[in-house]
């Protein structure tokens, strides 16, 4: 069935390290992806997303990576800092009204100073 | 704008209680949904509406009812609450014009069912 799955359930990073959470789909229709970031007790916050039609997209500091061959995303944080310790989800639309986000399990980023 | 709130932001429940979760937005969004999140899983959408009554299922949409009387408000009701419905519920929004997917989500409620 449609899935999307987070490769590694932790990631720990030193402050100023750059980081790669990766994600894997297997929806090959899927066509627009994004990235939430979930600090503890709050809702998910948007961070960044990519359609299908784009390989790479880059925001402050953030960048996704979309490989669709291999049907596998990532988000790319530079200079990591202990502010973005955290929850990362990604998310695809699941159904062409693009009504219904699949989530997956998250990457839990600890930066340690 | 004060975005997508939700209330309460605690509950407790006994098996078999009734109860209505709120969630309300200022942005004029026509799509507003549901989900749930348990201990180390990503979001799972219960329901979605697309617009003022107009409302349809998720992934887990069994034990939940929605109504979406007004483009503002879509409350998730649970009719008979079971301790597997122990979960964060969050509500979310967002636009249906294209290029504006992006969910806007609110702070959630933690529900616990004894």
């Known amino acids: 069935g449609e899935s999307v799955g987070l490769h590694l359930p932790t990631l720990s990073v030193q402050e100023g390290d750059n980081s790669i959470i990766n994600c894997a789909y297997s929806?090959?229709?899927?066509?627009?992806f994004i990235w939430y970031k979930q600090e503890s007790g709050k809702g998910p916050q948007f961070i960044i997303d990519i359609r299908s039609n784009m390989d790479k997209r880059q925001g402050q500091r953030v960048t996704v990576l979309l490989n669709k061959t291999v049907k596998h995303l990532s988000l790319q944080i530079a200079a990591t800092q202990p502010g973005d310790s955290a929850v990362y989800f990604c998310?695809?639309?699941?159904?062409?009204?693009?009504?219904?986000?699949?989530f997956g399990k998250g990457t839990t980023l600890s930066v340690s100073s | 704008n004060a975005g997508v709130t939700q209330t309460p932001k605690f509950q407790v429940l006994k098996t078999g209680q009734s109860m209505t979760l709120q969630c309300a937005q200022d942005?004029?969004?026509?799509?507003m949904s549901w989900y749930r999140q348990d201990p180390g899983m990503g979001l799972r959408l219960i329901h979605y509406s697309v617009g003022a009554g107009i409302t349809d299922q998720g992934e887990v949409p069994n034990g939940y009812n929605v109504s979406r009387s007004t483009t503002e408000d879509f409350p998730l009701r649970l009719l008979s609450a079971a301790p597997s419905q122990t979960s964060v519920y969050f509500c979310?929004?967002?636009?249906?014009?294209?290029?504006?997917?992006?969910?806007?989500f609110g702070p959630g409620t933690r529900l616990t069912v004894l």
């Open positions: 929806n090959s229709a899927s066509d627009y």
């Open positions: 979310a929004s967002r636009l249906l014009a294209l290029g504006t997917d992006t969910q806007y």
């Open positions: 998310a695809e639309n699941s159904n062409q009204a693009g009504t219904a986000l699949i």
């Open positions: 942005m004029n969004h026509e799509y």
